[in-house]
T-cell receptor
Framework: SQQGEEDPQALSIQEGENATMNCSYK?????LQWYRQNSGRGLVHLIL?????REKHSGRLRVTLDTSKKSSSLLITASRAADTASYFC??????????????FGQGTILTVHP | EAQVTQNPRYLITVTGKKLTVTCSQN?????MSWYRQDPGLGLRQIYY???????DKGDVPEGYKVSRKEKRNFPLILESPSPNQTSLYFC?????????????FGSGTRLTVV
């Protein structure tokens, strides 16, 4: 089963509104990453937050990480139509022999209406 | 421009006809990986490579082969494709052990096996 599970599965908002997506995971991690995928295209790395960090910002993106609850959230502020895409969280499990294997969630489909 | 290049972008083939999907990166990355993406199943890792001549199985390696003879190239080989290998395939690379630095993804190869 997927390590990361995003919530909601789909989100529809108006341009200018904020979009919040959540991710839950099961095992201990080294870091958690968020990616964006435009329809049928390759995934683009957005932001990485390490297990000892609680919050990180990058432009209009804000990511939080709560390792005690094994959850993360991605906030996109002042959304634009160009933000319409699928968003995935991916976890880098700690320990074991993961060898850098990221495990991806199912994704949240974000639609931003002009 | 730093990138991961996959070819072909689209491929339709018949059952049993051997094919190769090429992947090349120009960032001198050590770590490379192949994923397939299927509706409802998300992204699943097929194979990965930590360096030249070092490859290992991911979660769904059956029916696939890889090789890493040069650092920049990581081809995916389907010796005898079957319809259940119809999928969207992505190659990804990272500086070292993938997860600590985030992946750079190729644009994807949409494979249809009839």
């Amino acid at each position: 089963s997927q390590q990361g599970e995003e919530d909601p599965q789909a989100l529809s908002i108006q341009e200018g509104e904020n979009a919040t997506m959540n991710c839950s995971y099961k095992t201990s991690i080294n870091n958690l990453q968020w990616y964006r995928q435009n329809s049928g295209r390759g995934l683009v790395h957005l932001i990485l937050i390490r297990s000892n960090e609680r919050e990180k910002h990058s432009g209009r993106l804000r990511v939080t990480l709560d390792t005690s609850k094994k959850s993360s959230s991605l906030l996109i502020t002042a959304s634009r139509a160009a933000d319409t895409a699928s968003y995935f969280c991916a976890t880098d499990p700690s320990g074991g022999t993961s060898y850098g294997k990221l495990t991806f969630g199912q994704g949240t489909i974000l639609t931003v209406h002009p | 421009e730093a990138q991961v290049t996959q070819n072909p972008r689209y491929l339709i083939t018949v059952t049993g006809k051997k094919l190769t999907v090429t992947c090349s990166q120009n960032m001198n990355h050590e770590y490379m990986s192949w994923y397939r993406q299927d509706p409802g199943l998300g992204l699943r890792q097929i194979y990965y490579s930590m360096n030249v001549e070092v490859t290992d199985k991911g979660d769904v390696p059956e029916g696939y082969k890889v090789s890493r003879k040069e650092k920049r190239n990581f081809p995916l080989i389907l010796e005898s494709p079957s319809p259940n290998q119809t999928s969207l395939y992505f190659c990804a690379s990272s500086l070292w052990q993938g997860a600590s630095y985030g992946y750079t993804f190729g644009s994807g190869t949409r494979l249809t096996v009839v």
